[in-house]
């Protein structure tokens, strides 16, 4: 049976790497740093293939533990990057990162797995892990920008009300204007993958549409929950 998408081949993969290492060429020739580039080029591959191994396993799982145990920690790693910006805060501030994108992310994810998707079993990891790593990550970079933005109008002497509304409107931006170029001016990870592996892009435009307004609302619930939330600090 010939596979629904291209293998790419181990070559293939090498070859794949020429755009970013002209790149580090023109960095080298131009006397510029590489050192930060190489790093981020080598800790990309390996992550990824690691990455690919571990999803390998975790979709052959049949216990729901491994699977919940997975969410737990996608959630407490996203709180802990998401505050990357307000590092003199991170410790103090980093269980209401967790609280917002837990109480934001979570039903959401629910809502789409149980009640659009309807997926027997509940955890079938092949669609609950990638779910859930597009809802948590949007919840992470909205927190992120919002708690960057928050702490910078604070500093300045804004009341918390502005602070705040500046704050949301910055978090939202990343997915205010993926909302106006998809379809236009980009076709999204998703989409572009179900076309590829041969399902019809009016079904696969469906599932993008669920996608964006999952993302859309994980990204501005978790957002106004962690400005809420940091009030009483």
Known sequence: MTPSVQIISWPGLIWGFLPALVVVFILFRWSMNIGTSLYALGRMLLQLLLVGYVLAFIFTAHHSGIILLVLGVMLVAA???????????????????????????????ALVTQLILRLEPWFLPRYVVPLAGMIFASSMTAVSLAAERFEAERARGVDYTDARATALQAALIPIVNSLFAVGLVSLPGMMTGQILSGISPLVAARYQIVVMCMIYGASGLSAALFLVLVRKS
């Open 79 to 109: 709180s802990w990057i998401a505050l990357h910006p307000v590092k003199q805060r991170r410790r103090f501030l980093y269980l209401k990162a967790l609280a917002a994108i837990a109480v934001a992310g979570v039903p959401i994810l």
